[in-house]
């Protein structure tokens, strides 16, 4: 398991709402050939005079967005998902619609997620301890079973069928998959358990996959 301290939940990256004349719509629909029939959407913040008409306003937005999209279309990006941002159904929604609609405008997102909450209720469920050393999760062997069942199955197949329903195809992978990640364990190890740091990544087995157009989901435990 990766040796990581315990942070607060990064914030989404989003665009409020701003104030809008009645029934004007703040929303751009991107379309890609590639896309599913359903469009995705993504709203960003508009100021404009009450006058601006329906049609101004999508333009608006859309000269807003295109710069930011021409810059990332191609590049691959990183997603770190977990915390709170997972527990919540509608929240957890937003993000994967989110990531679909990356995908439709060219970026190439690699979704990385814990699962500590989940991870936390199995171990209550079976009457398994759960402890902590300096934010580190202490890490016997039937907790780490516990842990590669919930991330690697539970929660990272959970995820990779929330993105194929929203019609782009995601392959779900970990640390130990095509040696992907290789870890040593942690100077604390007598305390901590099955906890390690990271030595190497090979991301050669990703290339492929993210070529073929896929979103790769990748649980954080190997």
């Known amino acids: 398991m990766l040796a990581s301290k315990t942070h607060p939940c990064p914030s989404l990256i989003s665009f409020p709402p701003s104030p809008t004349p009645r029934n004007l719509p703040n929303t751009l629909t991107f379309f890609h050939p590639k896309c599913p029939p359903h469009s995705h959407s993504l ?120 993105i194929n329903r929203e019609g782009v195809k995601a392959i779900g992978l970990c640390g130990s998959d095509g040696e992907l990640i290789t870890a040593l364990p942690a100077p604390n190890a007598a305390k901590l358990g099955f906890v390690g740091e990271m030595a190497l990544v090979d991301p050669s087995i990703l290339w492929s996959i993210v070529d073929d157009g896929h979103i790769l989901v990748i649980a954080s435990e190997w």
């Open 43 to 162: 709203s960003i913040k508009a100021q404009h005079p009450a006058h601006t008409t329906p049609g101004q306003l999508r333009v608006d937005i859309f000269s807003e967005s295109l710069p930011f999209i021409q810059k990332f279309r191609g590049k691959t990006i990183v997603v770190k998902y977990g915390c709170a941002a997972m527990k919540d159904e509608t929240l957890q929604a937003t993000v994967v619609r989110d990531l679909v609609l990356l995908a439709c405008v060219g970026l190439r997102p690699i979704l990385v997620h814990g699962g500590g909450p989940e991870i936390n209720l199995w171990l209550k469920r079976l009457n398994i301890e759960v402890n902590f050393h300096d934010s580190l999760r202490v890490t016997d062997a039937p907790t780490m079973e516990i842990v590669s069942m919930v991330l690697a199955g539970k929660v990272n197949k959970h995820l990779v069928s929330l």
